[in-house]
């Protein structure tokens, strides 16, 4: 939580749920309505039905999508400052834009982006 709450400025009222058995877990306001809910691996695994396994940097990316080239290099500085590592640096797309990877303190992978062909909204 410290590394999206203070090291990235997300809002988020904390964690809530600690009460039940399996039920904490912290959520972010992020742009448009959308949320991110962080829980804890074994709180997903008994939700789900599913067994705990260990995870790997690829099994999916988050994407953050900004509007501007710097934009891209900013989130990236942010993110390494706040705890992340940089997997790769900003650079020049294939589809004409520019992107980079980190990966968050838990090894989640993130790209951000910038893609003029799809900015998001204001």
């Known amino acids: ?69 710097v934009q891209v290099d900013a989130v990236l500085v942010q993110a390494r400052a706040a705890g992340a590592t940089l997997v790769k640096p900003s650079h020049d797309t294939f589809y004409g834009g520019y992107a980079g990877y980190f990966q968050d303190p838990d090894g989640h992978l993130w790209e951000v982006a910038w893609n003029p062909q799809m900015l998001p909204a204001e």
């Open 1 to 69: 939580m410290r590394f999206y709450r203070d090291g990235l400025g997300w809002a988020t009222d904390g964690i809530v749920g600690q009460e039940y058995e399996h039920g904490a877990v912290a959520f972010f306001d992020l742009e448009g309505g959308l949320r991110l809910a962080l829980w804890p691996r074994a709180s997903l695994a008994h939700d789900s039905g599913l067994p705990a396994a260990p995870g790997s940097p690829t099994q999916f990316c988050l994407a953050h999508n900004v509007r501007t080239r």
